[in-house]
């Protein structure tokens, strides 16, 4: 008789360590597998309740096989030919066998499909504590995680953002319910804009590479570094108190378990813009395409040394001015781009590569893993209606009117990187390192005509924009049984940000309709280079001690604080080109009769001291530094008790120190100052009740706050880099506080399936709003407290597999299939000073759509690994600008989007195609809110489509 012996060993982490001893000269040996060619095996993994089974082990007797199930309970396994067993082992259940038949056959489908079920365990022993590995990213693990969360939040994972098809964090969240994203980069969250929205990266503060803004952009976070996107709608203590709509953390990617390497290519087109030609481009450096471009287009050293940029007289006194030599050198370090070249638009591009995995050493396991992508996409708006209004005698009327040819081109670049040691269950180390760029390239030809004085005119931009974030975090979190299971959280991140515009260049010319002659525009002729540095030390410690109030009811106090110390330096740099004298001997009239291309006048031949004239006028205030620190405590418990209920409650004080200094462009000597100082406790409570078996309602109160920009202090006048409009700061300006009153009911009728239904209401004192003033022909933006706010909203949302369709009819079509949808409805409104000059002293907090809804149809098919997806998105009208003196609001109008994913798994290789902005309807923006109203801007976006492929190497 033959015996084998088979050694299963249940390790603490819930692993499966199993051992096979086989005599000599037994019929299956491992070691002659090699020589069997091999089938591939599928299956999903369930129990009794036809719930997915995460975390199983399937092995093969005679064979180093070995598989895991995922959160959806599923594997996929390659064994040899022939009869064999599958095993199934979890400590949870009992273990399962199967015996199959495999024959070798020709194609990349399975060989074979298994659907199992698991058996709960007959036994159980006291003193065996299993802890099942979580697998982080599929839709029934993030559906449980906000089951159990103890705020109201939504969650998004890798898996769900990958069946959509978003590439970015930006586009993900458009999908989430009551969320929608302005300008496809800043998230609104419940109607409320971008400064009530909060940005966590890892649960750690983040700087900002906006010059103007606190907000981080959210495109900068490709999905390939993306495990979950976690938005928080209700407050709570542990977060930070600027707090409107909601918070979002992204969670990057952890090292994985086993060893992976997988590498992915795209290619993508658009109907307006793949493969058309002659569209404006201008001359870059070589390393454009990497989405390195600043060399080459920087501010020379010789010109930025420069303190007074003007020919010296003989008037001024020694050392004033330059003389002819010097002002020579440095009009011809400078150059002259202005000229537009004509380019072929080539197809977008991708790639990625993922590596990582963990070792174990003993009760040790050390882990790595890194990750980079890289995306190059072109997008051309063609034709760009672009449209000016004034008011004359209670009147609007048309002032001017351009037809404009925009050709975009966005680099992205990103990496991760995580290093980590976990010890036994109850000690985890991590460091995070992620880098993500994003280089923006604009050439712009616009046509257009002065409705007043009937002059052809034409406009030429050329922009360039890198923005980086780079992240350092070390954290770290520790259970320790000693002292009663207490968990220690901690964290430690270094984050910086910069944004760097170098020589955007705009040129404007009008053409006299009589003479032919044409003359600049007064802000033509422009040539604009800024730099920001943004940095931000954060540090946080969080305790958590369980607490048995009540029997077999495991409650939790929580302690924590926090404390961030952030700086940001901005320079700007400002030059024209000016006409000094007309009557100047190097004056040719066949210049100004467009016989010469207006954009080589700047070349040196022409910059000379008695024609065009290259001046310095940058503004005393345009550059500054700012310094933020803030320092917090809170408490709160997490407390459970009988009858499904439980009491999320606590406090968190604020001690917050904001400082604006104005400095000069050369020697940053201190102009102006602003600042604030506040102190602010920060109470919430939530009750949950779970009346019914994963059905539950959940009543909320928090009072948060919003503050003012570090920017919007300044006494001194500043002009937005980015937008070009003139803002003023408010040293009497206060910070808002903000009353969130809420109520949701979820709920979870099986895994992977959820229906809520919220209502929420926000009160607002001294909210922070923009008053416009004008003067001398000047309009200037001042932020001002309002005398006060609302917001109301409802939320309705479902995810629902059609399994039940299956099981009703008999028929096995309809289990593959999910719909998922939300809608929200926001109503929301602000009250103004009667003083100001805006046209609309009561309207609907800027950026706020009343409603939006988000639908999704599913097919999901794990036999066959095949995946489509049809989305749907539509919001309401919302305002992109407010007017003044009469004249409206400029609202964004509502569009429909619609998107078409497909993925097909085919062994170790996946293949996707995408179509998004089927119905490619027109982007519109309109004066007032009438869809038919007078057109602001209008273009298309085009139809996108692609095609991708992703390679697992391990």
Known sequence: MVTTEVLVIYRADGDAEIEVEAPQGEAVRSEDESNLPKARVVGTIRNKDREPVEGARIISRGTTADARTDSDGTFEIFLPVGLRQITVIHPNYATANQEIELQDVE????????????????????????????????????????????????????????????????????RVTGVTIVDGKFVFIRGLGERYSFTLLDGSIVPSPEPARRVIPLDLFPAGIISSLVVQKTYAPNLPGEFGGGVVDIRTKDIPEDFTLSVSASVGARSTTTFTDGKPSYEGTDTDFLGFGIEGRQLPDVVADVEDLRLRTPLDPPGAGLNRAQFERVTEALGSEFVVNRQFVPPDFGVGVTVGGKKEFGDVRIGAMAAADYDNSWELRQPFTNRNYAIADNVIQLQDSFEATSLYNEITLSALGTFGVDITQNHELRYTLSVNR???????????????????????????????????????????????????????????????????????????????????DQDGNERFFSELDDQIHDVGVDLTYPIELFDDLVSKLIVGGNFADGSRTVDVRRFNYG????????????????????????????????????????????????????????????IQFPAGFKLTTGVRVEQSDQEVLIVSRLGREVQDRGDLSTFDPLPSVL??????????????????????????????????????????????????????????????????????????AKTFQDPIEFEQRTGAGIVTFRPINAEGAQNLGIELEMRKNFEFLA???????????????????????????????????????????????????????????TNLTLLFNVFGARIDSVGI??????????????????????????????????????????????????IFQRFFRGIEGSLGISVDLD
């Open 807 to 865: 099981d009703w009819t008999g028929v096995g079509f309809f289990e593959p299939f999910y719909f998922a949808g939300n809608v929200a409805i926001v109503e929301s409104s602000v009250t103004l000073p009667e003083a100001t000059q805006l046209t609309s002293t009561d309207r609907p907090l800027q950026g706020q759509s009343p409603y939006v809804i988000n639908t999704i149809l599913g097919y999901e098919n794990l036999e066959s690994g």
């Open 885 to 934: 003196q009469g004249i409206p609001d400029v609202y964004e109008q509502s569009f429909p989007r619609l998107d078409f994913v497909a993925s097909q798994s085919l062994g170790r290789i996946q293949l996707s195609a995408k179509v998004k902005n089927i119905l490619n309807p027109p982007v519109k923006l309109t004066l007032g809110d009438d869809p038919d109203g007078l």
């Open 438 to 520: 994003i280089s923006e390239n604009e050439a712009t030809d616009a046509e257009g005509i002065s409705i007043e004085t009937g002059a052809p005119r034409r406009t030429i931009q050329f922009r360039w924009v890198e923005k980086m974030l780079v992240s350092n975090q070390w954290r770290g979190h520790h259970v320790l049984p000693a002292l009663g299971g207490l968990e220690v959280d901690y964290r430690y991140s270094l984050s910086l940000a910069f944004r760097d515009e170098p020589n955007r260049l705009r040129l404007g010319r009008n053409i006299e309709p009589t003479s032919g002659r044409f003359t600049f």
């Open 579 to 638: 006409i000094v004298n007309l009557n100047s001997p190097s004056v040719d009239e066949s210049i100004f009769r467009g016989q010469v291309d207006p954009g080589t006048l700047f070349e040196p031949d022409f910059v000379e001291p008695n024609f065009f004239q290259l001046r310095d006028l940058t503004r005393n205030d345009d550059n500054y530094d700012a310094n933020f620190t803030l320092l917090a405590g809170y408490i709160m418990g997490d």
């Open 687 to 760: 009750l949950t009740w779970e009346f019914i078996e994963n059905m539950q309602i959940r009543l909320g109160y928090a009072r948060t706050l919003n503050r003012p920009s570090i920017r919007e202090l300044s006494p001194s006048p500043f002009i937005d880099i980015v937008t070009g409009r003139i803002f003023r700061g408010n040293l009497e300006l206060e910070r808002a506080i903000i009353d969130h009153y809420d109520l949701r009911w979820e709920w979870y009728p099986s895994p992977g399936e959820s229906v809520s239904v919220a209502l929420f």
């Open 107 to 174: 194609g990349p489908g399975p060989e074979k499909s298994l659907d199992i079920r698991l058996e709960s365990r007959a036994a159980t022993l006291a003193e065996l504590v299993v802890t099942v590995p979580r697998i982080e990213g599929g839709t029934v693990f993030v559906l449980k995680e906000r089951q159990e969360a103890s705020a109201v939040s939504d969650i998004l994972g890798a898996d769900q953002i990958s069946k959509q098809g978003d590439s970015d964090a930006a586009s993900a969240l458009s």
